[in-house]
């Protein structure tokens, strides 16, 4: 197997192809884990803390264990897991393992206690509720200001809440300035809520191995913790991941759950499974955002930003959980698209009596773009300046750049990507229809912009492993360590293949998230996938099409440079009814025992940063307080565009998860730790009827990093679709004196700004 970075193959043409994958999908015949039904299956159902912060005094399991159909009760005690490392991202941070079932104390409303196994779902779920425990209720840690007091210390090995502490730049600025603003926002908790939850089904296999089928993003990486979790050889397991329905970063992490399953499975000698229910992934399961920002901005009445102050407080919950990562990512591109000489950042990490937050779509990209075009418009309403005018003052001119914090932004044109979101949305006809409508007093119209730019690929010296041969009856078989969640990687991949070998990507067999039949892999996350695994499968494919070529041109006696590749046939140039078919060129190439089969380890030069430009247009009822999105612009430069069709698709569903938090999307904690949206019944989203005409635009500046030219969008909408709504919605009431809202602007809250305003009456 090779790693290189180098000899890049030619340019891919981008096609707009349907998802091969969606028939199965639309239809109902795909095939998830808890489609999966081995004879004499098991169930599990956890018992959850009901408290914040309490030590267990009494945990009675016998009324349980003697239920209908119970087949056991496994508490701590009775499982051999080890703790799950705290990740902490400083080298001096203290430790704050997580326990796989609380054994001594509770740190959270849902934290799982015990495992009941039953012969049937509801059998489980019936012997939950009779399980005894007793609490003994510890001071509560409510909130992350509360954390960083550290009156109450959740992990006393630790001795303080604070994970990680960091800073950049200098606390006292020296130069003086005409304008100077400053806010504080809030990026509240929000739930992934994928269609298709949690899920696992282990299963011992009659060889000794262990057979997991589990809701995935990194079947390799799994493999290699389960292992070192369950104490054996990582190749006695086989982790499968079959369709996934949606996972948005959170089924990327390490759960408790997802370690227990194999475990009690390995204990009994029987298939088991485990579907998460809604309540469990809204208590127990991971939350995405949750921090705070504090933004200072100083410049001149012009508009020019020469400092900024920026103060981030992270909300890891109870435990780090990979969330202790997510404000590391808000703080390299804190400065967004801003050209600001003079930055100083804090960024402090702490832990809380509520669930764990970890990756959500976005993950930290969102909570940076938030605080940073929250602040510009700010800036601009003090200076009496247009938004529009202020961000192409203080965009990043020339790139690449090296930003303060030490991000490398690769290529672009970010005053383009202002100016077609401007003509695309007609500003100055939105504008004037917003001043008739305040002259008529109606109800009022606003246009806010979300600026951002994000780093896509994550840890790109992970890498990613793709595979490509050729069988000797020329079937193409590509093999890659991504795996989709319904990005469309089976059809995105095949198309590379087939560019590259000549075929139709209807002639490509994929296979991805089989640890037995790809060899290696990374997975998926921040947007890494297209830039990184599909490069692999494209210089895969390249140095499998040069080795067919040169057993081509040897029956077609000719020269190598000579041989063309189209339509699935090698034929000689300017003799175009010289063709083989890819076949024949298979079947020589098998009785001379020549492999046409690459694979590659791809490290990508760097990583990328996508950005775009977003735009809302909204309308608040001065009656009901609801704010309605009238239309939405999406320019993007997610680099070279593979499927222009499947890259509008993922703008247009991140920019509902945007339009989710911006305006329905929070997960609410009372004072004492109890959590208020414990069911869909509290937690809203948006449904298909709050859906605005999306309006897309594209600008390309292919990246300079991989082979592809890639640079990922998945992520766009998330980030620039929630400070776009909420600044228009400030726009439209700036003018009645209402200056600061936050997420998510529930009619509720906007009507209790405008009532205290002075607007509504009581």
Request: one cysteine or more; hydrophobic letters at 40%; a negative charge.
């Amino acid at each position: 197997m090779s790693m290189s970075t180098s000899s890049t193959p030619p340019h891919f043409t981008p096609e707009s192809r349907r998802r091969r994958e969606d028939l199965r999908f639309i239809t109902g015949v795909g095939r998830y884990v808890a489609d999966l039904s081995p004879s004499a299956t098991l169930h599990v159902a956890f018992v959850r803390s009901i408290e914040p912060h309490a030590r267990i005094t009494t945990l009675e399991i016998d009324d349980a264990v003697n239920a209908p159909g119970v087949v056991a009760v496994y508490t701590a005690a009775d499982l051999d897991l080890p703790h799950i490392p705290g990740d902490n991202l400083a080298t001096k941070a203290p430790d704050f393992p997580r326990p796989h079932l609380a054994h001594d104390t509770v740190r959270y409303v849902g934290e799982p206690l015990a495992a009941v196994v039953a012969d049937s779902p509801a059998h489980a779920a019936d012997a939950v509720d009779l399980v005894w425990v007793d609490y003994d209720p510890i001071p509560v840690v409510a909130d992350p200001e509360s954390a960083l007091k550290d009156e109450s210390v959740l992990h006393p090995q630790a001795g303080t809440n604070v994970v990680e502490r960091w800073e950049l730049g200098e606390a006292a600025g020296t130069a003086a300035h005409d304008v100077t603003i400053k806010i504080k926002v809030e990026n509240q908790r929000v739930a992934p809520v994928s269609i298709e939850p949690l899920v696992i089904l282990a299963e011992p296999a009659p060889d000794g191995r262990l057979s997991v089928n589990v809701s995935h993003q990194r079947p390799h990486e799994f493999r290699a913790k389960l292992a070192g979790f369950l104490g054996v050889d990582p190749q006695k397991i086989r982790v499968v991941v079959p369709d996934v329905g949606g996972a948005f970063g959170m089924k990327g992490m390490t759960y408790p759950e997802y370690s227990i399953i194999p475990a009690i499975a390995l204990q009994l000698d029987k298939p088991v499974l485990w579907v998460e229910r809604r309540r469990e992934h809204l208590s127990g399961g991971t939350h995405g955002r949750g921090s705070s920002h504090r933004v200072r901005l100083s410049g001149r009445s012009g508009g020019r930003i020469e400092r900024a102050e920026i103060h981030i407080v992270g909300d890891m919950g109870a435990y780090p959980h990979n969330g202790g990562a997510i404000p590391s990512f808000s703080r390299y591109v804190a400065p967004g698209l801003y050209d600001i000489p003079d930055i100083w950042i804090t960024s402090s990490s702490v832990v809380t009596n509520r669930a764990p937050t970890g990756s959500y779509r976005g993950a930290g990209r969102p909570e940076a773009a938030y605080a940073i075009e929250r602040a510009i418009d700010a800036f601009a309403r003090e200076a009496d300046l247009d938004p529009v005018a202020v961000r192409m003052t203080n965009f990043i001119s020339d790139l690449p750049f090296r930003t303060p914090t030490g991000a490398l932004y690769d290529s672009g044109d970010y005053r383009a990507a202002l100016e077609l979101a401007v003509g695309l949305v007609d500003l100055e006809a939105v504008r004037s229809h917003q001043s008739e409508r305040r002259n008529e007093g109606g109800d009022p119209i606003g246009i806010g912009f979300g600026a951002f730019v994000e780093r896509a690929g994550g840890r790109v010296d992970t890498g990613e492993y793709g595979k490509v041969e050729v069988d000797d009856e020329g079937k193409v078989i590509v093999r890659t360590g991504s795996m989709s969640a319904g990005q469309g990687h089976e059809t995105v991949w095949a198309q590379v293949a087939a560019e590259a070998l000549g075929v139709t990507p209807e002639d490509v067999e994929f296979v991805a998230g089989d640890t037995d039949n790809v060899d290696r892999g990374t997975g998926t996350s921040a947007s890494r996938s297209t830039q990184i695994g599909a490069s692999a499968v494209w210089r895969t494919a390249h140095e499998v099409r040069r080795t067919a070529t040169q057993v081509a041109a040897d029956l077609l006696e000719a020269s190598q440079d000579d041989i063309a590749l189209a339509g699935g046939e090698f034929s000689v140039v300017g003799v175009p009814d010289s063709g083989i078919p890819w076949a024949d060129v298979a079947k020589e190439a098998a009785r001379r025992r020549i492999e046409l089969s690459a694979d590659e380890w791809y490290v990508p030069g760097a990583q990328t940063f996508p950005y775009g430009v977003h735009v809302a247009v909204v309308e608040v009822s001065l009656e009901t307080g609801e704010v309605r999105v009238e239309k939405l612009v999406t320019v993007d430069d997610c680099g070279r565009v593979l499927n222009p069709m499947l890259v509008e698709g993922q703008i247009q569903g991140s920019a509902m998860q945007g339009i989710g938090q911006a305006l329905y999307e929070g997960i609410d904690y009372s004072d004492d730790g109890q959590l208020r949206t414990s069911s869909l019944m509290d937690y809203s989203m948006p449904r298909a009827g709050d859906a605005p005409p999306i309006i897309p635009g594209r600008v390309v500046s292919p990246a300079p990093s991989n082979s592809l030219g890639a640079k990922g969008t998945g992520e766009a909408g998330c980030i620039g679709v929630p400070p776009a709504i909420v600044n228009a919605t400030l726009n439209a009431l700036a003018p009645y004196g209402v200056t600061h809202l936050d997420m998510p602007l529930h009619p509720a809250k906007v009507w209790d700004a405008l009532h205290k305003a002075g607007l509504i009456l009581s």
